[in-house]
């Protein structure tokens, strides 16, 4: 009877919320457009480029600004709500978004009543710890992809309070506008929660303004009878006006119709080196609708692929995938990595999808068994190839490693875990502690629509979500044997010889080198230390 009760009362709520809401709405939009004084003072502002730093004999100035297409370059904030819904919530509660949109362009899609309904959408029922790990996992990656660099510039130049001002829901960019903008404070949308048991749930409910009197109230209580130094401006948001009479100094970081450029990866404001989410590709309606026509065809497409790697010879699998869309690309030293030794090599590769061992046999052309430290009960038994799990006990580890070394070749991603972007996370050493013939291998891949990899998610469909891409690619170079002055035996310290394999493999593949662990990213993207646990 709990969750019924809670249902009715959410309903009244909304209906409640949503007819004072409509009111104050219309009172707003008659009073914000009945003139097109707004629109004037933005076109007085000076442009960005033009920003000179308000003299503060010294001191640091303050800045304001709102979030949506002010200090992002997208104007619309449709995709960010469909990632909310589509991570957290499923793909069904985003089609159902996506049907919607017609409904949110004609009631406006930046405010008001549109903005509430892709709210409601993305948000209701919803745990608060499911879209807390989009906030933390997912959305960073794409608002740095769109973050305009002209005002992220004269943002990063306020040493002093930088503060953002805006009618999104608050949950969505107050993690991101901290941790990676250094805001001080962020003001939005509050989404109504409501407690069933010891969860809190969203209940889709917007409290509060989301227009010009809301971000207006909102500067005065923050900053009082002193005005911020510096406010940036958008053409493109009708509520603007209000940083313009409300800060001492304010610049247009864009002009009607003209193209803004975003932050390259070398220039954003902390390294992305963990993000989370199953999609690829910001999820805008275009984009969105071909996702939902390409999944019938692409679970085909998985089923294709699979029947292809699991069942037929390495040799023929490998011509065959291409004409499937898989492109799989191997070195030419691939010959010589075996040569010399028909057994016995450690195989040291970096982490990037669940594939990598089976992906790797099939560029040698004969099965190597895989040793890995997680791996969910389902991958285990669906695997083609030989797994071994470790127990964590360093020196039990050691001597199940050098047995499985006597009966064949291994594989081993001293990673621990995969990392999607340009870096490598800490090997492990105990690889090189037991190994006398080992040979480095990078590889990488690139895709277009879904992630492979999952720290929050299902990690059993890993595989299946890197097969439905339309045209994954996996490259693998073997980089030859590591030289007998650079092991173990040769004096060398086991973690001096791990850390010269990973600067081989990430010189190789134009990657850099971190001290981050598996643990790091669990903590981050998951709340958790990643670790699988085995059921017997």
């Known amino acids: 009877m709990v969750f019924p009760t809670a249902l009715l009362n959410l309903v009244a709520q909304w209906l409640v919320s949503f007819n004072q809401q409509a009111k104050k709405l219309k009172t707003h939009d008659h009073l914000l457009h009945r003139t097109h004084s707004s629109r004037s003072l933005l076109l007085l502002c000076p442009t960005i480029a033009k920003f000179c730093p308000p003299e503060n ?25 469909m990632l909310v819904a ?50 933390r996992g997912v959305l960073p990656k794409f608002f740095l992809e769109n973050l305009d660099a002209r005002a992220y510039e004269v943002w990063a130049a306020a040493g002093g309070r930088r503060v953002v001002v805006t009618g999104v829901p608050r949950v969505m960019v107050e993690w991101f506008a901290k941790e990676y903008l250094g805001a001080r404070e962020v003001v939005g949308a509050e989404m109504r929660v409501v407690c069933v048991g010891s969860e809190r749930f969203f209940t889709g409910i917007v409290a ?81 609708l071909f996702l939902f026509l390409w999944l019938p065809m692409g679970f085909a497409l998985f089923l294709l692929r699979a029947i292809i790697g699991i069942f037929l010879p390495y040799w023929l699998a490998k011509n065959i995938a291409p004409l499937t869309g898989f492109c799989f690309q191997v070195d030419s030293h691939a010959a010589l990595a075996g040569e010399g030794k028909l057994s016995g090599v450690l195989y040291v590769c970096n982490h990037r999808t669940l594939l990598d061992p089976l992906l790797l046999s099939t560029a040698i052309g ?41 009966q064949g070749d291994l594989v081993v991603c001293p990673e621990g875990t995969t990392c999607r972007e340009p870096y490598l996370l800490r090997f492990s050493a105990l690889f090189a502690e037991v190994a006398e013939e080992m040979v480095p291998v990078a590889v990488d891949t690139a895709v277009g629509m879904f992630y492979g990899t999952t720290a929050s998610g299902f990690k059993s469909l890993d595989p299946v979500f890197f097969l439905m891409n339309p045209r994954p690619k996996y490259v693998v170079r073997f980089l030859g044997r590591v030289p007998a002055d650079k092991k173990c035996a040769a004096g060398f310290p086991a973690t001096e010889v791990a850390n010269w394999i990973q600067k081989r493999i990430a010189g190789a593949l134009g990657f850099e080198c971190t001290s981050l662990t598996r643990k790091d990213k669990y903590l981050i993207l998951a709340g958790n230390d990643g670790v699988v646990e085995h059921r017997r």
């Open 208 to 288: 509060g303004g989301l227009g010009a009197a809301a971000k207006l109230r909102a500067i005065r209580d923050l900053f009082g009878e002193s005005k911020p130094d510096v406010g940036l401006v958008s053409h493109g948001n009708p509520h603007d006006h209000i940083f313009v009479s409300n800060c001492k100094q304010a610049y247009l970081v864009n002009k009607e119709g003209n193209n803004r450029a975003t932050m390259t990866r070398e220039k954003y404001p902390k390294p992305l080196v963990f993000h989370d989410g199953r999609l690829a590709f910001l999820p805008t309606p275009a984009a969105t």
């Open 57 to 81: 004999r010294g001191h640091p100035f303050s800045l304001a600004c709102d979030f949506n297409g002010t200090l992002l370059a997208t104007r619309s904030f449709f995709p960010f709500f």
């Open 86 to 135: 589509f991570e957290a919530g499923g793909p069904l509660r985003s089609l159902l978004l996506l049907l919607c949109y017609p409904l949110v362009l004609l009631l406006g899609g930046r405010r008001g009543l549109g903005m509430r309904i892709m709210a409601f959408i993305s948000f209701c029922g919803l745990r608060e710890r499911d879209v807390e790990l989009v906030t």
């Open 366 to 406: 004969r099965p190597l068994t895989a040793v890995t430290y997680s791996l969910s009960p389902i991958s285990e038994l669906l695997s083609p190839i030989r797994t071994a799990r470790l127990t964590r006990d360093r020196k039990r580890d050691a001597e199940k490693i050098s047995d499985l070394l006597k």
